[in-house]
């Protein structure tokens, strides 16, 4: 089992509210990174970082932020959640080029 | 860039029977190739990886998967399948030329009939 954890599992929430879906690992991992995916479907990668003080936008455009201020921390905000953010959120982390992304429980948000 | 492709979105076999989900990529470069697997309201699970060397990869729960470079394929394979294998399952490539992060395919959901 991978020590990565995201908090909280699931969340409802009401339109125009800001929130932010935490995840943590403990590998001591550099690279970590945030997937966005509707149930059942495709992953699409929104934010990755390459290290501390480093984020970068993914593929798929997102109105959400990220900071990494800790290595083993890489929280996802929304400023005012909106129902098209209504979705799966994954976070994950890995180890230079060549190994695995571990990911995270997931966080299932519902804007109403 | 990279892309995959799974080309069947369900997958349906008969418990005990052998089971294949197909994978085919493209990249820049040589490629690095895995397979997840995703149970429901969980994240996913890494099943196993293509790096180097052998072309047959033997992973966790039974499964591997055969790298084939002429085919640019990397299917995933069973030998007797179990019920408590149904599940979405995804292929995922990054090149060794420094792209940032897996692209993942779409996805194919493995049902095995009792």
């Known amino acids: 089992e991978a020590d990565i954890y995201q908090t909280p599992r699931y969340l409802v929430i009401g339109t125009g509210k800001k929130i932010t879906l935490e995840c943590s690992q403990t590998m001591g991992h550099d690279k970590m990174y945030w997937y966005q995916q509707d149930p059942g479907m495709e992953l699409h990668l929104i934010h990755y970082s390459y290290g501390v003080n480093s984020t970068e936008k993914g593929d798929l455009s997102s109105e959400s932020t990220v900071s990494r201020i800790r290595t083993e921390h890489f929280p996802l905000t929304l400023e005012s959640a909106r129902p098209s953010h209504t979705s799966q959120y994954l976070c994950?982390?890995?180890?230079?080029?060549?190994?695995?992304?571990?990911f995270g429980p997931g966080t299932r948000l519902t804007v109403l | 860039a990279q892309s995959v492709a799974q080309p069947e979105d369900q997958v349906n076999v008969a418990e005990g029977n052998p089971l294949t989900v197909k994978c085919t990529y493209s990249?820049?470069?040589?490629?690095?190739l895995f397979w997840y697997v995703q149970y429901p309201n969980r994240g996913l699970q890494f099943l196993l990886k293509y790096i180097t060397g052998d072309n047959l990869v033997k992973g966790s729960y039974g499964f591997e998967a055969e790298f084939n470079k002429s085919q640019t394929s990397f299917h995933l394979k069973k030998p007797s399948a179990l019920v408590s294998d149904s599940a979405l399952y995804f292929c995922?490539?990054?090149?060794?030329?420094?792209?940032?992060?897996?692209?993942f395919g779409s996805g194919t959901r493995l049902q095995v009939q009792p």
């Open positions: 990249v820049s470069g040589n490629p690095y």
């Open positions: 995922a490539v990054i090149s060794d030329t420094g792209r940032r992060a897996l692209t």
């Open positions: 994950a982390s890995s180890e230079p080029m060549g190994n695995e992304q571990f």
